[in-house]
């Protein structure tokens, strides 16, 4: 191998890893999509490197609307999340990107995080939450203010269901405020700006250097953290549970 393979990261190989990117648009397929530009370069430079990607547009899906893993148990007709979630449940990587909407996320945006919560209460074979030993990242573009806001909400969101956040673990474009070009839209300098493929790269290979790490070490420790155990008294050396003192 020689240097400039060295240099510019050939030498990196994460077989093995699967990400799943959630490309949260309104736009149904084949619509193009400005934000499958993003996803595009991400999950591009994974399978670059040996991830196994999977990227899913969810208004193609009947995905149904509420915080329980089956919605069809509750009054509804149909409801894909359960099998999408098998593609959540073997990743190592999850990206929820999406587009902006008077300054906040889409509501397939708000609709995947609501229905990734649904999932939080089951647990992984070390008996912690599901998403324990997950990395997450966001992806966010628009023609209107509000990336950082939303990809706070994002990465906020995955955090607290068990997903663990890696160093500059969001990026995204904004172009100029008001009806102006989107990201895809030919002369809008999208594709060509710096700061978004800085950014985007670096959240990508952060992803990447975190999930290997995380799955070599056989995930995060599990002592301290196991909800059956709580809920049968151990208190991990802190205090004991409410319900039983």
Known sequence: MNA??????HQ?????LRAVFFNCTLKRSPELSNTSGLVDL??????????AVEI???????????????????GWAEDAWPQLFQQVKAADIIVVAGPIWLGDNSSVTKQVIERLYAMSSMTNEAGQYIYYGKVGGALITGNEDGVKHCAMNILYSLQHIGVTIPPGADAGWIGE???????????SGGPENDFTNRNTTFMTWNLMHLARILREAGGIPAWGNLPRAWEKG?????????EYR
Do not use: C, Q
């Open 4 to 9: 400039h393979e060295k240099a510019s990261g």
């Open 12 to 16: 990196w190989d994460f077989a093995g």
């Open 42 to 51: 991400s999950a591009g430079l994974m399978r670059r490197h040996g991830v």
């Open 56 to 74: 899913i547009r969810p208004i193609d899906h009947p995905i149904a609307t509420g915080v329980y893993p089956d919605m069809t148990e509750y």
């Open 177 to 187: 405020v008001g009806p102006g070009p989107s990201y895809l839209d030919e002369g």
């Open 234 to 242: 151990n208190d991990f050396g802190l205090h004991p549970n409410p």
